[in-house]
């Protein structure tokens, strides 16, 4: 049975940076994608970035390039998201996601397994 677990979240200033991570457990890990996902009270999950399970390929929203950063330690089973330059409208519940296919996709219906989500709350 595939699981994830979400950590690093809490609250910070505008500007700062916190690292997310995904811990999975379950299944063969060098075979999947992962994604980060985020949704705010009214709103609709949105994607955030993802990274491929060959060569590392990488997706990010628009709204983060420059500031967000994804990786992943295989060894480790993880997955990092680096987000800097934090701002307000980041603030939201952050979900890590494993897509099977092994494909870096921001559509969140093609992930299979979602972690319960961690809070990143940014203040002004």
């Known amino acids: 049975q595939v699981s994830l677990a979400e950590s690093g979240g809490g609250l910070v200033q505008a500007g700062a940076s916190l690292r997310l991570s995904c811990a999975a457990s379950g299944g063969t890990f060098n075979k999947v994608a992962i994604g980060w996902f985020r949704r705010t009270p009214g709103k609709e999950r949105e994607f955030v970035a993802s990274i491929s399970r060959e060569y590392n390929k990488t997706s990010l929203a628009d709204s983060v390039v420059g500031r967000f950063t994804i990786s992943r330690d295989n060894a480790k089973n993880a997955v990092y998201l680096q987000m800097n330059s934090l701002k307000p409208e980041d603030t939201a519940v952050y979900y890590c996601?494993?897509?099977?296919?092994?494909?870096?996709?921001?559509?969140?219906?093609?992930?299979?397994?979602w972690g319960q989500g961690t809070q990143v709350t940014v203040s002004s």
């Open positions: 996601a494993l897509d099977p296919e092994g494909v870096v996709v921001p559509d969140e219906y093609e992930y299979d397994y």
